[in-house]
């Protein structure tokens, strides 16, 4: 996404709209007719929004702490949304410094990705039923986003049926145990045995 890793931080706003449509003009460009798309927090956010308005170009998804409004964060986190000061010396701040482009422009990133979370109201729950893709939601169990809010969203792709036995599962939800929305990111040991199953596992017919 704009203005994270190695991707330039360009001199406009940023939204999610723009940035779904930017990973999907790149999937388009690199000539591939599919991926499974897999992102982390504010990158699980764009995750199902490529779900939503990009069908065909997503065989699988998977949703690392992430959700489709602002109200599946704790009341504390939308009251005290991270600043320069507050981000100062976390891993954040060195990843920044140590891949972006233009490693002085953290400020000025950082101002917008408050700007674009404050902005988002998110999107209705219609278009989240309308997502096709089998879908793999993860989160700590100390998480920014709040269990219950998981669990809904997992409902609404589908997960609200009883379906026991030897019924293979379309979408899945994942808690990963003592683990926080700044740990889960370095689980690989949690996360891996997890995603790698799901996205290997055959699609669905």
Same mark, same amino acid.
């Given at each position: 996404?704009?203005?994270?890793?190695?991707?330039?931080?360009?001199?406009?706003?940023?939204?999610?709209? /723009?940035?779904?449509?930017?990973?999907?003009?790149?999937?388009?460009?690199?000539?591939?007719?599919?991926?499974?798309?897999?992102?982390?927090?504010?990158?699980?956010?764009?995750?199902?929004?490529?779900?939503?308005?990009?069908?065909?170009?997503?065989?699988?998804?998977?949703?690392?702490?992430?959700?489709?409004?602002?109200?599946?964060?704790?009341?504390?986190?939308?009251?005290?949304?991270?600043?320069? /000061?507050?981000?100062?010396?976390?891993?954040?701040?060195?990843?920044?410094?140590?891949?972006?482009?233009?490693?002085?422009?953290?400020?000025?990133?950082?101002?917008?990705?408050?700007?674009?979370?404050?902005?988002?109201?998110?999107?209705?729950?219609?278009?989240?039923?309308?997502?096709?893709?089998?879908?793999?939601?993860?989160?700590?169990?100390?998480?920014?986003?709040?269990?219950?809010?998981?669990?809904?969203?997992?409902?609404?792709?589908?997960?609200?049926?009883?379906?026991?036995?030897?019924?293979?599962?379309?979408? /899945?939800?994942?808690?990963?145990?003592?683990?926080?929305?700044?740990?889960?990111?370095?689980?690989?040991?949690?996360?891996?045995?997890?995603?790698?199953?799901?996205?290997?596992?055959?699609?669905?017919?």
């Amino acid at each position: 996404m704009e203005g994270h890793g190695r991707t330039a931080d360009l001199d406009r706003p940023l939204s999610w709209e /723009q940035m779904t449509d930017d990973v999907a003009a790149a999937v388009k460009k690199l000539g591939f007719d599919q991926v499974d798309v897999m992102g982390y927090s504010l990158g699980g956010v764009m995750a199902l929004r490529m779900g939503v308005k990009y069908p065909s170009l997503v065989r699988k998804l998977v949703v690392v702490s992430g959700l489709y409004s602002p109200a599946g964060y704790y009341p504390a986190i939308n009251a005290n949304w991270p600043t320069v /000061q507050t981000l100062a010396g976390t891993p954040m701040e060195r990843e920044y410094a140590q891949h972006a482009l233009n490693p002085s422009r953290w400020p000025i990133f950082v101002g917008k990705m408050d700007q674009a979370l404050k902005n988002f109201k998110g999107w209705p729950e219609s278009e989240l039923r309308s997502i096709k893709a089998p879908t793999l939601l993860v989160f700590g169990d100390n998480d920014a986003v709040q269990p219950e809010y998981e669990v809904q969203l997992f409902r609404m792709l589908g997960g609200d049926k009883a379906m026991g036995g030897f019924t293979p599962l379309v979408n /899945q939800i994942a808690v990963l145990p003592n683990t926080t929305h700044f740990s889960i990111f370095v689980r690989a040991d949690l996360l891996m045995p997890i995603v790698n199953p799901f996205l290997d596992a055959p699609m669905p017919k």
